[in-house]
């Protein structure tokens, strides 16, 4: 018997060019009379104003706060009448949009999405509220053991940075922002160049053309982004403590990662499932929670900015394990650079990494966003077909060698918040 043809994911995706030169994915499916429309401006909070941040995160609650004719309470009812989901977000990189309508309410669904890009009114009153929820937010992490032993770890790690801010803003700095800063935002973010849109569900190419130039095409041309310098983690070997007397040390540590378009990001993608990133079955799992039991919860990741990659992860322990939690980790990252992972964790990784990546493609949310995510990172549709094959390709001596130039000497920045015994700050 045949072994059955594989499903190309990449043959559904339809490059579409409108009249007014605006480019999408496309990806036609009539099961359900949905429509789901993500887009993205390159330049999130790393474009924030200098002493400024919050501006991007405070634009992007504005969005849909009111636009044209529609006070904020008019545009939100029009939303709930219309049954139609539209947020917009900001990262470090990105300011994305998010759009999901029965395909009975498309007229009105964009209607609403393009007088929010078009014509936000940032109106007082909106402006204030969204203000009060962003400082409360932060005021709440300020306190929040997890959320600090973050913020300690990206200011050590990059120090006269954007990235050293919360993307969400930082407490003293939102108040700073007005309406002025959203409108000069607003005009230097959101531009055609910076554009990237991937739609799923049941619409087709002619008429998707038409509405995203309606959409799209009153924004400028050009967008006026500061340039972004490109830096690594820095402080390797370094631990920087922030006292709080609380019973566990929450911990976040990492190093220096890989570009997405490294040749060698798959198999460092391999090589992080094994060592930190298999959530029940990576080595440290096993190690420091497993047969230590010094933690719930250990892990590690990918993390790719624009502006510096990196291999981060994060745990949390009682104050007297820390030392130790911390000396598991750094012993278990030396050993996988010393002697990469066995043959038997090779393959095991690359059946749950091919296996689950089906798992972004049971909604048409999930795929219009794994759509969009690919564009951000530069990559054609093809990559939907390639990217399992690439995972299959890595070999254990692809591995090994990836494995110690991930994990190098063992050697993270480490960031605790709490009272860790035999841990000192330097």
Do not use: C
């Amino acid at each position: 018997m045949n072994a059955p043809a594989k499903i190309s994911r990449a043959s559904r995706v339809q490059q579409i060019v409108t009249p007014f030169g605006i480019k999408a994915w496309l990806v036609e499916d009539y099961a359900v009379p949905l429509v789901a429309l993500e887009f993205s401006f390159e330049g999130g909070a790393a474009q924030d104003p200098q002493g400024k941040a919050g501006a991007a995160s405070m634009l992007a609650g504005m969005l849909d706060e009111g636009a044209g004719h529609l006070d904020s309470e008019q545009f939100q009812r029009a939303l709930d009448d219309h049954a139609i989901r539209l947020h917009f977000s900001a990262d470090r990189d990105e300011l994305t949009g998010h759009l999901q309508t029965l395909t009975r309410n498309l007229d009105k669904a964009f209607e609403l999405v393009t007088l929010a890009l078009n014509a936000p009114r940032f109106d007082a009153e909106p402006l204030e509220r969204v203000r009060g929820q962003i400082n409360a937010m932060l005021k709440r992490e300020s306190k929040d053991p997890d959320a600090m032993a973050g913020q300690a770890w990206r200011r050590a790690a990059w120090p006269n940075h954007p990235y050293a801010r919360s993307p969400r803003g930082e407490l003293g700095e939102v108040d700073t922002v007005g309406r002025e800063d959203l409108v000069a935002l607003h005009r230097k973010l959101l531009a055609r160049d910076a554009l990237k849109i991937a739609v799923v569900g049941a619409i087709d190419a002619a008429t998707l053309a038409t509405k995203l130039d309606a959409l799209f095409s009153g924004l400028p041309a050009q967008a006026e982004r500061a340039p972004l310098p490109q830096t690594n983690i820095a402080g390797l070997g370094r631990r920087v403590l922030v006292d709080l007397d609380v019973p566990q040390a929450n911990i976040r540590y990492g190093r220096p990662g890989l570009t997405r378009h490294d040749p060698d990001f798959i198999a460092a993608t391999v090589v992080n499932h094994i060592w930190g990133g298999g959530s029940f079955t990576s080595r440290l799992w096993q190690e420091v929670r497993e047969k230590r039991g010094l933690t719930y919860s250990v892990y590690s990741m990918l993390s790719t900015p624009k502006a510096s990659p990196g291999l981060i992860g994060a745990t949390s322990t009682k104050n007297e394990r820390a030392a130790e939690s911390l000396s598991v980790i750094s012993e278990e990252a030396r050993r996988m650079a010393e002697e990469g992972p066995t043959a038997d964790e090779l393959e095991k990784a690359k059946k749950y990494l091919v296996g689950s990546y089906a798992l972004r493609f049971d909604t048409s949310t999930k795929i219009a966003g794994h759509l969009l995510q690919l564009q951000q990172e530069g990559f054609a549709p093809d990559y939907l077909d390639r990217r399992n094959a690439e995972i299959e390709a890595v070999t254990i001596e692809d591995a090994r060698r990836v494995a110690r130039r991930l994990l190098g000497d063992g050697q993270f920045l480490v960031a605790v918040v709490g009272r860790p015994e035999g841990l000192n700050a330097g």
